[in-house]
């Protein structure tokens, strides 16, 4: 069983729509949780860290925990062309630093 | 306050051939991750160090890689006689240590021929 799973997609939304993308863990010890966007050939770049339970906004992004059922999520609003991109989620189980990385869910936002 | 930095960004080798990747953190942070991407698929945790230390190399295969992060200067992985295996982006990651926030590198894009 992998430590953090995703459904690799490709997620089709029209402009405007809310995506929502998922992500489940395996270890319940896990503290901290991370949503990173990744644009074709470039680098992961940081849009949400959440480690309580419940929901966090920023922007047009917000983020969801559910540690009772081991399942985080990122939602999307007003979804435009330029949020096309590989969405990882990332799991922190608070050894060490480690982290553990999902394989990615591609988004695409169709004008 | 420059992001990390990671050289080359693009780095052809034949097979046999060593590989030397380098990583340096956001100013300020003391922690280095490793993490190697294959196309199309997720990042996989190679090790994380912080100066002069490994904390982690559980996921950096036991042969032919090793890593260090001196107590001045870059981190650097090392990938000696390299296979067409290895092909892959190679990203680095920092933090402060005081937080859990890791923050990308530009990545170095290995070719093996």
């Known amino acids: 069983q992998k430590e953090v799973e995703q459904n690799s997609g490709p997620l089709s939304v029209p402009e405007g729509a809310i995506a929502s993308l998922n992500c489940t863990y395996s270890?319940?010890?896990?503290?901290?949780f991370f949503w990173y966007r990744q644009y074709s050939g470039k680098s992961p770049e940081l849009i949400m860290s959440?480690?309580?339970?419940g929901d966090k906004e920023d922007g047009r992004f917000t983020a969801q925990l559910n540690k009772a059922s081991q399942y985080v999520s990122l939602l999307i609003r007003d979804s435009q062309p330029s949020d096309s991109a590989t969405y990882l989620c990332a799991v922190n189980r608070g050894d060490f630093n480690k982290f553990y990385f999902g394989s990615g869910t591609k988004l695409n936002v169709k004008p | 306050n420059a992001g990390v930095m990671q050289n080359p960004r693009h780095l052809v080798r034949r097979r046999g051939q060593e590989a030397r990747l380098r990583c340096s953190p956001m100013k300020g942070h003391s922690h280095v991750y490793w993490y190697r991407q294959l196309p199309e698929e997720g990042l996989k945790f190679m090790v994380y160090?912080?100066?002069?230390?490994?904390?982690?190399e559980s996921g950096m295969p036991k042969e032919r890689f090793s890593a260090e992060f001196p107590k001045e200067g870059p981190s650097i992985l090392r990938i000696q006689q390299v296979v067409r295996g290895d092909s892959a982006a190679y990203f680095c990651?920092?933090?402060?240590?005081?937080?859990?926030?890791?923050?990308f590198g530009p990545g170095t894009r290995l070719t093996v021929l």
């Open positions: 270890d319940r010890v896990s503290q901290s």
């Open positions: 959440i480690y309580s339970n």
């Open positions: 160090l912080q100066k002069e230390n490994i904390i982690d």
């Open positions: 990651a920092s933090s402060p240590g005081d937080t859990d926030t890791q923050y």
